[in-house]
């Protein structure tokens, strides 16, 4: 089960729209590409087919994940117990509590990396060792270089 925040639903929903509303736009390439004559060496109708044909098949999997998708309720989450949405401070083992980083727990990665949250999935070795931990634990994450333990300072 595919289970996501209220931001995650509205930003997939926002990319469905746009996808969308591009379709004339894409429409009017391939007739504009059609009436340049022969279809066999028209390398502007080729791409805009294809381009059709990826923004079709985005349409119909966001159409899809939003279908199957549980939203979490993030008010009925437990006080102090890690879920999708927190973002959380945390340290590595053994390093000072001024080297902290903040993780938040998401469904799926937005792609907007602004340098001072990290994003993990919930599938992820960190996402799964975070998800339902206190503050005060530390988690023990299975990385592929080795093992990597972080104490949970805080959620924010």
């Known amino acids: ?35 340049l004559g022969d279809l066999k060496e028209n390398a502007e109708y080729h791409a805009a087919r294809e381009l059709q044909g990826m923004e079709e098949a985005e349409i119909k999997r966001l159409e899809e994940r939003i279908a199957k998708a549980h939203v979490v309720d993030e008010s009925k989450t437990a006080e102090g117990v890690v879920f999708l949405g927190s973002t959380v401070k945390l340290i590595e083992e053994d390093e000072d509590e ?18 001072d949250v990290v994003e993990v999935t919930a599938t992820s070795p960190m996402g799964e060792a975070l998800m339902k931990a206190r503050v005060g634990e530390t988690v023990r994450v299975n990385a ?8 949970i300072l805080e959620i924010i």
């Open 1 to 35: 089960m595919d289970v996501i925040t209220p931001q995650e639903k509205e930003q997939l929903k926002e990319r469905l729209n746009a996808l969308i509303a591009n379709r004339p736009v894409i429409s009017e390439r391939i007739a504009e590409a059609r009436a």
């Open 98 to 115: 001024d080297e902290f980083e903040l993780y938040r727990l998401v469904g799926e990665a937005s792609g907007t990396d602004t340098g």
């Open 144 to 151: 592929p270089r080795g093992v990597k333990r972080f104490k």
